[in-house]
């Protein structure tokens, strides 16, 4: 079992910048690929980012592509979401979630996930 427990949301105005971190507990993080996701009220929940279990291998959504960066830390079990340029459409609870094997934008291959943390980016 993995537990994941996201912090860093809050309130930020349009350009501004947050970074939301992931800390896991329970089994090897280390070989886990994590994603990032957010869901906004009365919407699916949609991909954002993914990154491999050694970091070199990243994908983001095009809709955060050039303004969110992902990374991670292994020996801290942490995993991170830089966000930047923020805009009012960026409003959602963002998740992080840990997988077995590769990357994957689909959140139906993730088998942990947190508890997620609220982002609202005024405009």
């Known amino acids: 079992q993995v537990q994941l427990v996201e912090s860093g949301g809050g309130l930020a105005q349009t350009g501004g910048s947050l970074r939301l971190s992931c800390v896991a507990s329970?089994?090897?993080?280390?070989?886990?690929?994590m994603g990032w996701f957010r869901q906004a009220p009365g919407k699916e929940r949609e991909f954002v980012a993914t990154?491999?279990?050694?970091?070199?291998?990243?994908y983001y959504a095009d809709s955060v592509k050039g303004r969110f960066t992902a990374s991670r830390d292994n020996a801290k079990k942490l995993v991170y979401l830089q966000m930047n340029s923020l805009k009012p459409e960026d409003t959602a609870v963002y998740y992080c979630?840990?997988?077995?094997?590769?990357?994957?934008?689909?959140?139906?291959?993730?088998?942990?996930w947190g508890q997620g943390t609220q982002v609202t980016v005024s405009s």
């Open positions: 329970g089994r090897i993080f280390s070989t886990l690929a």
């Open positions: 979630a840990a997988k077995s094997g590769g990357t994957s934008s689909d959140s139906a291959s993730y088998e942990f």
């Open positions: 990154i491999s279990w050694v970091g070199g291998i990243i």
